[in-house]
């Protein structure tokens, strides 16, 4: 059957499919708009399953705290160019995502690629975007975190993004204090709040790290231990947020600089997302 410019250009405006693909889904279908955008589906699980193994190196980080700021929301939505993900219906689609996430509060990312997305799923709605835009999409992270008050801050382009969960406040609004520290996290990126919530992978291999560069520079075998351990101690001041230096004021940690505004005041938790080249 003939298909005209106008069915065309309906079906466009319907699934934001380009021209031809949906004029192919059209003659396809006999004109059957049902069957046109179950065509066009199909098309995008063929492109996304035929771009399985590329590398989502671009995107864009989201997040959202809700109306008394005691919870906070982070997503990463991922792409394979940066002009994809400064596309506009990318940005927008991942505005809704986190929307539909802070609604239902998902589990985890496959819990969230089964939400409702108008009148499709999440994930089928990334399939959609997949076969028009024709890169590999993905939600990269999705994380939750709850406090007393939670301070978002996205980094200058989007692509780094910072929760952190202040407590012990005093009933003060500390949200400058929290933008202060949530950028301390996206410069810094520490590993943990502090000492205790390091990995003992990780302090195992510091301290053989520690023992390997006091060996050569020709310390005694029965040294090497206590050596060790003081490289441990400096390991932990630099990589564990409490300890860190405040970037802005180094003369203070982050855990004086916190006192200095409630004296009890303290990072219960934080959550650091990036998308990176």
């Known amino acids: 059957m003939a298909i005209s410019a106008q069915d065309v250009n309906k079906l466009r405006k319907m699934t934001g499919a380009g021209m031809m693909d949906c004029k192919k889904a059209l003659t396809e279908a006999d004109g059957d ?94 399939i959609e975007m997949v076969g028009k835009i024709g890169e590999k999409i993905e939600i990269g992270t999705y994380e939750v975190l709850s406090g007393e008050q939670v301070v978002a801050y996205i980094h200058a382009g989007s692509r780094l993004g910072v929760l952190v969960a202040l407590d012990n406040t005093d009933g003060k609004d500390v949200s400058e204090a929290g933008k202060d520290v949530a950028m301390q996290i996206a410069a810094m990126n520490p590993v943990a709040l502090d000492k205790d919530g390091v990995d003992q992978s990780v302090i195992e291999r510091e301290i053989e790290i520690g023992k390997e560069q006091a060996r050569a520079e020709g310390k005694p075998e029965a040294m090497l231990e206590k050596i060790a351990t003081g490289k441990l101690n400096k390991f932990f001041k630099e990589n564990t947020l409490l300890n860190q230096p405040f970037v802005k004021d180094n003369s203070q940690t982050i855990t004086t600089y916190l006192k200095s505004i409630a004296p009890n005041m303290t990072v219960s938790g934080f959550k650091r997302v990036s998308v990176t080249a």
């Open 33 to 126: 708009f049902d069957k046109a955008v179950e065509i066009l589906r199909k098309k995008g699980q063929k492109v996304s399953a035929s771009r399985s193994d590329r590398e989502t190196n671009e995107g864009t980080v989201f997040v959202k705290t809700n109306s008394d700021s005691s919870e906070g929301m982070i997503i990463s939505l991922e792409c394979e160019t940066d002009f994809v993900a400064k596309n506009e219906e990318f940005q927008k689609t991942g505005e809704q995502i986190l929307d539909i996430a802070f609604k239902t509060k998902p589990a985890d990312i496959e819990a969230l690629k089964k939400e409702k997305f108008d009148d499709i799923t999440v994930g089928e709605k990334i």
